[in-house]
């Protein structure tokens, strides 16, 4: 069974950095792009990250272009979200996705001093 498990969040100042991590598990992780989404309180579930299967190529949203960074270690059937300069519009709760495979429960990150 398809199963993402995210982990990493937590309470951090502003101007701090967190690095997220997601293992995958029950299908050809290597194969897949695999992306981060984050929603905010009262607000839909928006995409942050996208990264090719290769690792070759990645997407971003505005938002965090220059500041977030995703990799991913097909070993080890995980990706990642390092995230630095972090603000308090970053508090969210944070999911990996990959096509197909359900939403998993989600690491909640509060920025806040």
């Known amino acids: 069974q398809a199963r993402l498990v995210e982990s990493g969040g937590g309470l951090v100042q502003p101007g701090g950095s967190l690095r997220l991590s997601c293992a995958a598990s029950?299908?050809?992780?290597?194969?897949?792009?695999m992306s981060w989404y984050r929603q905010a309180p009262g607000k839909e579930r928006e995409s942050v990250a996208t990264l090719s299967s290769s690792g070759s190529t990645t997407q971003y949203a505005d938002s965090v272009k220059g500041r977030f960074t995703i990799s991913r270690d097909n070993a080890k059937n995980t990706v990642y979200l390092q995230m630095n300069t972090l603000k308090p519009e970053d508090t969210a709760v944070y999911y990996c996705?990959?096509?197909?495979?359900?939403w998993g429960q989600g690491t909640q990150v509060t920025v806040s001093s």
């Open positions: 996705k990959s096509a197909f495979v359900p």
């Open positions: 029950g299908f050809t992780f290597s194969n897949r792009a």
